[in-house]
């Protein structure tokens, strides 16, 4: 496995051979899921992309700098796993799930059956791409990129 988290960059070049998944999800207001879900892949061949930083700074730009990074990143992977947790809304991942759902990237849908927009997700899922089997349990999303991954 391939692990990048932000703010680091690399080129794109480094993870050519490898298929690359982006973690979307929330990075405030709940559980940090995204480091220790990117290890469940250290036996792969994955290049993992984990928006969510161990550590914020103070300048006034990192917003800005985050968007950017979360932008490119999201259309550098092959693939978009999103893990809707239940402590927050998250509108910024509900906006990226809609924002990719009609390309045609490979997505992987999981959220907490707790979440308080999880009859939304299901049925613009379901209208959108009724190929995607949302799942409730971030053991369940493994197992669908695992599955992905051969």
């Excluded at 559980?31 to 006034?60: C, S």
């Excluded at 990143?73 to 927050?88: H, K």
Aim: aromatic share 16%; with cysteine.
């Amino acid at each position: 496995m391939k692990y990048l988290e932000s703010p680091n960059n690399c080129n794109v070049s480094e993870f050519v051979d490898m298929q690359s998944i982006f973690l979307a999800g929330g990075i405030f207001g709940c559980e940090p899921w995204q480091f220790d879900f990117a290890k469940r892949f250290e036996d792969t061949n994955l290049f993992v992309v984990n928006p969510r930083r161990k550590k914020w700074g103070k300048e006034e730009n990192e917003a800005r700098r985050q968007i950017k990074w979360e932008y490119f990143w999201l259309n550098n992977t092959e693939a978009v796993s999103f893990w809707f947790a239940p402590e927050t809304t998250q509108p910024i991942t509900l906006y990226e799930l809609g924002r990719m759902i009609d390309k045609k990237y490979t997505i992987f849908v999981g959220m907490h059956p707790n979440y308080e927009r999880k009859f939304d997700v299901e049925v613009q899922v379901e209208l959108a791409r009724p190929d995607i089997e949302i799942v409730y349990n971030l053991d369940q999303l493994e197992n669908q990129i695992r599955r992905w991954l051969t």
